[in-house]
């Protein structure tokens, strides 16, 4: 694959924005993204819109967002459209753009991941996500990817026989990071004590270990070797991606505790990349529950089956441990935002692999990996990002 | 407005109906159309016996929108008799009294209250303990 450097980036910070429309959030995104290339390139030099939104026709009321925010941000007549993987759907729209960019087809791109979910009250959020599911045979039972999660939990302190609460150092290492992210919906520590004091949501998992659905947008911008070149800048380079899917339905999997997508496309992105598990310094994944972060810690292989809690009790998960996740927030601090997702996760991984996440920074992290998924696994995106530095 | 999505799947939801293959002896739930590679009778009709344990389950608090009357409620993976597993509700029981590996048969019962003006009445399978042992 042709080098793709990502030279631009920008959020908006996560919230329920009752006072702001999507295409406010969206602008805000890409204008803070736009900065970072001024004065040499502006907005009239994106040759391509990847927009990548989750559930916009249930939450927002408004599909067609390709051309909607092409307009919006006056960028009528360029290419634009939306991509829709659920959860994955920012992984699945940065991959499409890179794609463009390594084939030659435009040297500036703009991924603008978008999620407007608190317009709709929270039954209405969790229909929304649940028709990432088999609807017929999952949503229509009234199961949420929520319980889903909370049944593979149930299934895996079964089966390794932990009790709930090994899988407190997850949110609190989340909360921990996520205090010093200005972005993040949840500035505030949470302790194991409260872990275990909090209502249950869907048992054997709590309001703690349940992330929030919230409003936010996240850009980022990527440029050909060329144009990288010409703008003089180092910038992280996107240097492997990989794409995998499941079985839509949880329970048609042989081995419902592997994440056999998240496992496969964690491949496929470090043979791109010629990059080896041991290589990566830094992760964000998909951890709305601290489950879901163990799961895909140890299906993609950086940790052994039935040892993620341990290894998370070791301190190995925060900044300064051997894998560090949700440095940022995660899921659970920085908020779930939904298809915006895969995109947050980009901006938040570029500001490590440049020094530039204060508190929460990994020493010399060198190289990174952005993970997330549609459902439970269904789609999986992993990217590999390296530090300008690195020369792979 | 799913009325005619619903009617579809009346052999799934309230026969539960599955597929048997005709040679293999392989059961699916719930049917499908042939795969691709498959021929139209590879697949035979049969209804399952409605028996199975638990994989796993939950008890939500926070539903979807049609649900959210209707909690807390049980959900569980349940590991059919027949080999499939499938996602339901169960009912007839407390929370305290579930375990992974209890047995459990299918009851037809109202999934869904309507939430529209089609009014119409969602009703397809559901699990509970199995009542009494087989002696």
Redo the contacts between chains.
């Keep these: 694959m042709q080098h793709v450097s990502i030279v631009g980036t920008g959020s908006a910070p996560v919230g329920e924005h009752y006072t702001r429309t999507l295409e406010d959030l969206a602008l805000e995104a890409l204008s803070a993204a736009l900065q970072d290339i001024a004065p040499a390139l502006d907005l009239s030099h994106i040759k391509g819109l990847y927009v990548a939104n989750a559930m916009g026709e249930v939450l927002a009321w408004q599909a067609h967002l390709g051309a909607f925010l092409a307009n919006a941000a006056g960028l009528s007549g360029i290419e634009a459209f939306r991509v829709e993987a659920a959860g994955a759907s920012g992984g699945v729209a940065l991959r499409q753009a890179t794609l463009a960019v390594a084939a030659g087809v435009a040297d500036l791109v703009a991924v603008v991941g978008i999620e407007k979910a608190t317009d709709r009250?929270?039954?209405?959020q969790?229909?929304g996500m649940?028709l990432a599911t088999d609807s017929?045979?999952?949503?229509?039972?009234?199961?949420?990817l929520?319980?889903q999660w909370?049944?593979?939990m149930?299934?895996y302190l079964?089966q390794y026989g932990y009790t709930a609460d090994v899988f407190a150092p997850f949110p609190v290492n989340a909360h921990a990071n996520g205090r010093n992210n200005p972005h993040a919906l949840y500035r505030f520590g949470i302790n194991a004590e409260k872990y275990r004091k909090a209502t249950?949501?869907?048992?054997?998992?709590n309001m703690l270990d349940c992330a929030t659905l919230a409003d936010g947008a996240a850009v980022v911008l990527l440029a050909s070797e060329g144009l990288a070149r010409e703008l003089g800048g180092n910038y992280v380079r996107i240097a492997g991606s990989g794409l995998a899917t499941d079985t839509l339905?949880?329970?048609?999997r042989s081995q419902?505790l592997l994440l056999d997508a998240a496992r496969r496309s964690v491949d496929q992105a470090l043979g791109q990349a010629h990059l080896t598990r041991a290589d990566i310094d830094v992760l964000e994944l998909t951890d709305p529950h601290g489950i879901a972060a163990a799961l895909a810690l140890e299906s993609c292989g950086f940790v052994e089956a039935g040892q993620a809690p341990a290894y998370a009790a070791e301190g190995q998960i925060t900044p300064t441990g051997n894998t560090p996740i949700a440095t940022a927030g995660g899921y659970k601090a920085r908020g779930d935002v939904g298809g915006a997702t895969g995109v947050y996760q980009i901006v938040e991984l570029v500001r490590q692999l440049c020094g530039e996440a204060g508190p929460a920074q990994v020493a010399r992290a060198q190289v990174a990996l952005a993970q997330c998924l549609g459902g439970v696994g269904s789609t999986a995106v992993t990217h590999i990002l390296v530090a300008p530095e690195k020369g792979v | 407005m799913n009325l005619a999505?619903h009617w579809r799947?009346k052999g799934?939801y309230y026969l539960f109906q599955g597929q048997r293959h005709k040679t293999t002896g392989e059961i699916r739930f719930?049917a499908r159309p042939p795969m691709l590679g498959e021929r139209a009778d590879d697949w035979l009709p049969t209804v399952l016996s409605g028996k199975g344990e638990i994989?796993?389950?939950?008890?939500?608090?926070?539903?979807?929108?049609?649900?959210?009357s209707?909690t807390p409620?049980a959900?569980?993976?349940i590991r059919l008799a027949e080999g499939?597993?499938?996602?339901?509700?169960l009912t007839d029981c407390a929370?305290e009294d579930l375990f992974?590996g209890q047995p459990v048969e299918m009851v037809t019962r109202l999934?869904?209250r309507p939430t529209d003006k089609d009014g119409v009445l969602?009703y397809?399978y559901k699990f509970r303990p199995v009542l009494s042992s087989p002696s």
């Design positions: 009250l929270q039954g209405y969790e229909l649940a017929s045979f999952e949503a229509e039972h009234g199961i949420t929520t319980a909370a049944m593979l149930r299934r079964h249950q949501v869907a048992s054997p998992l339905a949880l329970h048609a419902p | 999505k799947q799934t719930p994989y796993s389950f939950t008890v939500l608090r926070q539903a979807a929108t049609e649900f959210e209707a409620f959900l569980a993976l499939p597993m499938i996602t339901a509700q929370e992974i999934l869904r969602v397809g």
